[in-house]
């Protein structure tokens, strides 16, 4: 079980615009910034979204990060098929002295 | 070009030992935290440990407390993880990422290797 929880699966059909949440508690989304993090199997992961709400160089403005509170959200808009992917959060955890990741969010491209 | 290399994966026994390294290149090693993040098979992410510049700030995931030592060698630039009475369920693939510059509980996993694999089984 996931410190961070986020939705197991997510889909879209190309074009439309797809949101992940991941649900934290005040010692880790409460009091840190949330990162994300994209996977395609068979790769290294790839860091999407830090602070928040900046996006690396290199990363299309179509991803998007917010927070509120013990909660953030990750927006892809303008959904293409290379998005396919797992989807992460992550943020320091106060309480256990570690970071903790979410269980992963499977994005399928209808 | 950035890169970090992870190498000493293989098949190991349960209760066997293993140490992983990872070769950076392309920036100034000493300069950043570092980390150890796994995927067991199927499942997701798990960050393992990490270890800061001068290496005197070092933490470890919970369940992996006593059995793995994380550990650098900024002259070789260097990374280590020394793994310990190993079980079925570290079977994972090792990542070896870099951290930022400041402070380990706001760093943002920027860089990652392609990833080493552990097999534990009998």
């Known amino acids: 079980q996931s410190v961070l929880t986020q939705p197991p699966s997510a889909s879209g059909t190309p074009g439309q615009r797809v949101t992940i949440s991941c649900s934290g508690s005040s010692s880790n989304i409460g009091s840190y910034t949330v990162n994300w993090y994209q996977h395609l199997p068979g790769t290294a992961p790839k860091l999407l979204i830090y602070?928040?709400?900046q996006r690396p160089s290199g990363v299309p403005d179509r991803f998007s990060g917010s927070k509120s509170g013990t909660s953030a959200s990750l927006a892809i808009s303008g959904l293409q098929s290379e998005d396919e992917a797992d989807y992460y959060c992550a943020a320091w955890d106060d309480s256990l002295d570690n970071w903790v990741f979410g269980g992963g969010a499977k994005l399928t491209v209808l | 070009e950035v890169k970090l290399v992870e190498s000493g994966g293989g098949l190991v026994k349960p209760g066997g030992s293993l140490r992983l390294s990872c070769a950076a290149s392309g920036f100034t090693f000493s300069s950043y935290n570092m980390n150890w993040v796994r995927q067991p098979p199927g499942k997701g992410l798990e960050w393992v440990s990490s270890?800061?510049?001068?290496?005197?700030?070092?933490y470890y995931a919970d369940s992996l407390k006593g059995r793995f030592t994380i550990s650098r060698d900024n002259a070789k630039d260097s990374l280590y993880l020394q793994m310990n009475s190993l079980r079925v369920e570290d079977t994972a693939v090792y990542y070896c990422?870099?951290?930022?510059?400041?402070?380990?509980?706001?760093?943002?996993?920027?860089?990652w290797g392609q990833g080493t694999m552990l097999t534990v089984s009998s």
């Open positions: 602070s928040n709400n």
């Open positions: 270890i800061n510049t001068p290496s005197d700030y070092i």
């Open positions: 990422v870099r951290g930022g510059v400041g402070a380990q509980r706001i760093d943002v996993f920027d860089i």
